[in-house]
Nanobody, 116 residues
Framework: QVQLVESGGGQVQPGGSLTLSCAVSGRTNSAYAMGWFRQAPGKEREFVAAVNWSGRNKYYTDAVRGRFTASRDNAKNTGQLQMNSLKPEDTAVYYC?????????WGKGTLVTVSS
C-alpha cells in the first residue's frame, strides 16, 4: 500500500503565497509520477500540476502556469507545490496524487482559502 499525506494548506490574502507538501510512504519501490489536483466548492476535481519521476518534465493547467511550481525530492519521497500570486479562484481543497505500479493513489486533501 501507498499513503499520501498533504500539508501546508491554510488561509492567505490575494497575492500571497503558500507551499503545499505531500509525503509519500509505503511501497514506493519504483518510479512514479506525482501530481496535484484541486476541488473548489460545488465544482469537479481538476488537474493542477504534475511532475515526472526525474523532475525534468512538469505540466500545469493554464490557470496556474507561471504562478505555481511543482517539484519533488525522490530521496525523501516528497512533493511540493509552490503557489504564488494566489487568487480567490484558487480557493479549493488540494489533493496530492501518485501513479505507482499501475494504480492511482490520493491524499485526503488540504484546504487552501484565498480571501481578504
Amino acid at each position: 500500500q501507498v499513503q499520501l499525506v498533504e500539508s501546508g494548506g491554510g488561509q492567505v490574502q490575494p497575492g500571497g503565497s503558500l507551499t503545499l507538501s505531500c509525503a509519500v510512504s509505503g511501497r514506493t519501490n519504483s518510479a512514479y509520477a506525482m501530481g496535484w489536483f484541486r476541488q473548489a466548492p460545488g465544482k469537479e476535481r481538476e488537474f493542477v500540476a504534475a511532475v515526472n519521476w526525474s523532475g525534468r518534465n512538469k505540466y500545469y493547467t493554464d490557470a496556474v502556469r507561471g504562478r505555481f511550481t511543482a517539484s519533488r525530492d525522490n530521496a525523501k519521497n516528497t512533493g511540493q507545490l509552490q503557489m504564488n500570486s494566489l487568487k480567490p479562484e484558487d480557493t479549493a481543497v488540494y489533493y496530492c496524487y501518485a501513479f505507482l505500479n499501475g494504480m492511482d493513489y490520493w491524499g485526503k486533501g488540504t484546504l487552501v482559502t484565498v480571501s481578504s
